[in-house]
């Protein structure tokens, strides 16, 4: 998949700043400062996705989006930075075939959720695109071979013999054109037709056969013979019976066509079938699965955790605050929230509940709570007022998810890009024969002490470099050759330190030549060491979204369930639905689901559980839909393997707690983190 974004906004400050988050996420980024100059870079470079500002001058976006022409199955997405004030230009954008659409104030979290989206929806998309080129390939492949059949079938029309019998069973005469199809002459088969059968049982209901046609009955079988050569050769026999005036059966006479090349086709048109059929239903599973996939993105609601008084005191909770901040229901219960707050989030949240109070509608905040074991964790959290007519205690109302994965993420990127833009380089000034002239920098790193004075001495025989002096030389001759700067890479040791070496030499002038080694060890493990967090993180989120969810009525009777439940239960949705929840589950899980239904319906709250079988752990959560009456008219039961997830997440935390470890030497990187994770201090040392 390419990775390459464009960004279309006249805004110097904006192109700049989504540039820098968009790069550290792994993408290259195109500019443009206007809607003209941002078509020209569009259709020089096709990038995936294109954030565009829809009031830029020259040429705006209405503009531009009539001119690249989004169509289903474009392998292109454009996402609309707009205010909503104009709900005339959104609705031409949604027509135009524009889909996703962000607020000019969006938070940078929101864009790079985006732009990881549309990356994947393009990348899924010319997959599709892909497939269905080759399903159709596949058609005309399939339509060649059937063309192909036809042709055949009218050359096997031909590829027959006529022979007759009478009561004694016996070929009494057969045509000429046997000899073609099986080698034999006519005389030579009449005599030995018999032993010319192959051991294939069809041919065991010859003799029964005989005798049906006999009787008076037309008749149809097969057989199998032995060509001449000794290829088996299968035969399709049609008889009549010609009778006398009185209805007796005076002989058969019959047509045996040679259907061996047929069958053979056949074969091969049925294999072609099966396989087209198969490459279909691939395309219709992964296409389900990514509409289930997206629809769980799209309609996600956070968990609700807990609510709070107007004096911020904590009235209710549930089993997932202990997830994720460590408190049982009972402990956290009458605590103060503000107080487990940094004093800056206390003052957002004091400041968003007045806001509340007074008739705004929901807040979406991040907050740093601490958890039961003084640390702090980062939630992503909304906040909404329970209304008057509920008779409630609690005033406000609070769903929220644990977000410190993503954080301790974004911490670990930040580091790497303060290790990868570390440059260890030596510069020398070196003659033909390899003798150093100059040394042009302070850095010495990957000299040993004995080197410190090297002015005159030989470059190739420097312990580091002594058993690659060919290397030097021969890259010397093509300098010389090609007046063109050459570089090559080594692996050396120094001191029992292994070292990845960039070196590049280019001329200097009068058989001079200029030689610069970088010491490239700490770029290269600190990549490998991020594309593996990369990857444990993608495992993270990929774990997150797959988890089994059905409806259930009053009675706990499936009434659907999506894709993902055949991992559970071994069935797929349709087979259990009309059935109890129950006697779909293992034993244990299902005891524990059947207590935890039976507490939503009497309490009328979610409520959710953590049940280990074996050496998997669930979670299990119940979340009740109630009737205008106060009444349970169903329930949603969520069941996730949160094994892996929760495997991976004690890996990053670990993770974290190396990352600024020395690092062989050549740079300490010392890193300076508040209690909620976000670095404030980075340093490097050489």
């Not at 029309?157 to 080698?183: A, C, P, R, T, W």
């Not at 002038?509 to 600190?526: E, F, W």
């Not at 190396?658 to 050489?686: C, E, K, L, Q």
Request: charged share 30%; proline share 2%; aromatic share 8%.
């Amino acid at each position: 998949m390419e990775n390459k974004i464009l960004i279309i906004n006249e805004s110097d400050e904006y192109r700049d700043r989504v540039s820098a988050q968009l790069i550290r996420a792994g993408y290259e980024v195109l500019h443009a400062s206007n809607g003209k100059a941002g078509l020209d870079v569009f259709r020089d470079h096709r990038p995936p996705v294109v954030i565009l500002d829809i009031t830029v001058s020259v040429m705006n976006g209405l503009e531009f989006l009539r001119r690249v022409e989004i169509k289903p199955g474009s392998s292109f997405s454009v996402i609309i930075l707009t205010d909503f004030e104009n709900d005339e230009n959104v609705r031409f954008c949604y027509n135009l075939g524009a889909r996703s659409f962000l607020n000019k104030d969006h938070r940078p979290e929101e864009l790079l959720t985006m732009v990881h989206f549309a990356t994947a929806m393009t990348d899924y998309q010319n997959q599709v695109t892909l497939a269905q080129f080759e399903v159709k390939k596949k058609a005309e492949d399939l339509q060649a071979m059937k063309d192909s059949y036809r042709r055949v079938d009218m050359v096997l029309e031909h590829k027959h013999f006529f022979y007759e019998y009478q009561k004694d069973k016996v070929f009494s005469n057969v045509s000429s054109s046997v000899k073609s199809i099986l080698g034999y002459a006519p005389a030579d088969f009449i005599l030995h037709y018999r032993e010319y059968l192959s051991q294939n049982p069809l041919n065991d209901h010859f003799n029964s056969q005989q005798k049906k046609s006999l009787s008076g009955i037309s008749n149809e079988y097969e057989l199998e013979f032995l060509h001449r050569s000794g290829e088996p050769r299968k035969l399709l026999l049609s008889e009549i019976p010609k009778k006398d005036n009185n209805g007796n059966v005076l002989l058969v006479e019959g047509i045996a066509t040679d259907i061996t090349e047929k069958e053979k086709i056949q074969r091969e048109l049925l294999g072609l079938h099966k396989e087209l059929e198969e490459i279909s239903d691939k395309h219709r599973l992964e296409e389900k699965r990514l509409t289930v996939r997206q629809e769980n993105i799209e309609n996600c609601v956070s968990t609700w955790i807990f609510e709070i008084d107007k004096k911020s005191q904590v009235t209710w909770s549930n089993q997932a605050v202990k997830d994720i901040l460590g408190f049982s229901g009972d402990e956290i219960i009458g605590q103060d929230l503000k107080k487990l707050l940094l004093s800056a989030d206390k003052k957002i949240l004091t400041a968003e509940l007045g806001m509340l109070k007074d008739g705004a509608g929901d807040v979406d905040l991040e907050l740093a709570v601490r958890g039961k074991d003084g640390e702090f964790v980062n939630l992503a959290v909304k906040i909404m007022t329970i209304p008057e007519e509920h008779e409630s205690a609690s005033l406000f109302r609070f769903f929220g998810s644990d977000i410190s994965s993503i954080k301790k993420l974004q911490n670990l990127e930040a580091q790497n890009s303060a290790l990868l833009s570390v440059t260890d380089e030596t510069i020398f000034i070196i003659n033909k024969d390899g003798l150093i002239k100059e040394l042009y920098t302070d850095n010495i790193n990957i000299l040993a002490e004995k080197d410190q004075s090297i002015s005159g001495k030989s470059l190739f025989k420097m312990p580091v470099f002594k058993k690659f002096q060919r290397v030097f030389v021969e890259t010397l001759q093509q300098v010389d050759a090609s007046s063109a700067l050459q570089t090559f890479e080594i692996e050396a040791a120094q001191n029992s330190r292994q070292m990845a070496l960039k070196v590049r030499i280019s001329g200097f002038g009068d058989n001079q030549y200029i030689v610069a080694v970088r010491d490239r060890t700490n770029i290269l493990r600190a990549r490998e060491t991020h594309t593996e967090l990369i990857r444990n993180a993608q495992t993270i989120l990929d774990s997150s979204i797959a988890e089994q969810e059905f409806l259930l009525d009053g009675d706990a009777v499936v009434l659907l369930a999506n894709d993902f439940a055949l991992d559970l239960t071994g069935k797929p949705a349709q087979e259990i639905q009309g059935v109890p929840i129950y006697e779909n589950l293992p034993k244990e899980l299902a005891s524990a689901v059947r207590k935890l239904i039976k507490s939503v319906a009497v309490t009328g709250k979610p409520a959710d559980l953590d049940k280990s079988i074996l050496e998997t752990d669930y979670r299990v959560s119940v979340f009740p839909q109630t009737e205008a009456a106060g009444g349970v008219k169903s329930i949603v039961l969520r069941i996730k393997d949160v094994t892996e997830t929760r495997k991976l997440n004690a890996q990053l935390d670990w993770e974290c707690s190396i990352r600024s470890a020395t690092m062989d030497g050549v740079a300490d990187g010392v890193f300076v983190v508040d209690p909620i994770g976000r670095i404030r201090i980075v340093s490097r040392t050489f």
